[in-house]
Nanobody, 125 residues
Framework: QVHVVESGGGSVQAGGSLRLSCAAF????????MGWFRQAPGKEREGVAG????????YYSDSVKGRFTISQDGAKNTVALQMNSLKPEDTAMYYC??????????????????WGQGTQVTVSS
């Protein structure tokens, strides 16, 4: 059974930064894709960034490109999402998800079978 756990959410003022972390446990694969998604109240869950741990290939949505960076964070089963220049519209519950190989680095929700519980990010103006 694969478990995904997020950490690092919180509150910050516009223009500030936050770093989210995600770890996947129980994986039998040596490489896989991990993605970050977010869901604001009343809106659909959207993908923001993805990474393939085998090559560190990444994908970003247009809304976060240039501001967010996804990376492997030390251990192979851990990835981080560095969020800079945060805006009030970035406020949402952020979810991490894992996708076994063969996998696609783009953050298409239906491709990810394993999900964390989410961590709240609030950006005030």
């Amino acid at each position: 059974q694969v478990h995904v756990v997020e950490s690092g959410g919180g509150s910050v003022q516009a223009g500030g930064s936050l770093r989210l972390s995600c770890a996947a446990f129980g994986y039998t694969y040596s490489t896989y894709c991990m993605g970050w998604f977010r869901q604001a109240p009343g809106k659909e869950r959207e993908g923001v960034a993805g990474i393939y741990t085998g090559s560190s290939s990444t994908y970003y949505s247009d809304s976060v490109k240039g501001r967010f960076t996804i990376s492997q964070d030390g251990a192979k089963n851990t990835v981080a999402l560095q969020m800079n220049s945060l805006k009030p519209e970035d406020t949402a519950m952020y979810y991490c998800a894992a996708q076994p190989p063969p996998c696609s680095v783009d953050v298409t929700r239906r491709r990810y079978p394993y999900w964390g519980q989410g961590t709240q990010v609030t950006v005030s103006s």
